[in-house]
């Protein structure tokens, strides 16, 4: 069974970053497309990047274009998202999971387990 364990959330002030990682294990990583999603309050989950496992091609969202970059090391199974000149509205709760390539914002996981997430408060 596939697990995810997100990590790397925090408090941060307007402007700055952070690094989310994400380590996926009792899957085969390298093979699977993978996915940033965030939860915002009161809103639905949504597909913010992704990150092809054939080329690292990668997808974002329009609202976090030139700010968020996805990565990913295969021999760790782990996918990275840098996250760049923070705003208040990413305030979210961030979470990781395979996606079905293409994509868009309103693509869903195809794990049906999820990760516990990973929280982000960005304050003015």
């Known amino acids: 069974q596939v697990q995810l364990v997100e990590s790397g959330g925090g408090l941060v002030q307007a402007g700055g970053s952070l690094r989310l990682s994400c380590a996926c294990s009792g899957g085969t990583f390298s093979v699977y497309h993978m996915g940033w999603f965030r939860r915002a309050p009161g809103k639905e989950r949504e597909l913010v990047a992704a990150?092809?496992?054939?080329?690292?091609?990668?997808y974002y969202v329009d609202s976090v274009k030139g700010r968020f970059i996805i990565s990913r090391d295969n021999d760790k199974n782990t996918v990275y998202l840098h996250m760049n000149s923070l705003k208040p509205e990413d305030r979210a709760v961030y979470y990781c999971?395979?996606?079905?390539?293409?994509?868009?914002?309103?693509?869903?996981?195809?794990?049906?387990?999820w990760g516990q997430g990973t929280q982000v408060t960005v304050s003015t």
């Open positions: 999971n395979a996606v079905l390539w293409h994509v868009s914002a309103t693509s869903k996981g195809s794990f049906d387990t």
């Open positions: 990150i092809t496992w054939t080329d690292d091609k990668p």
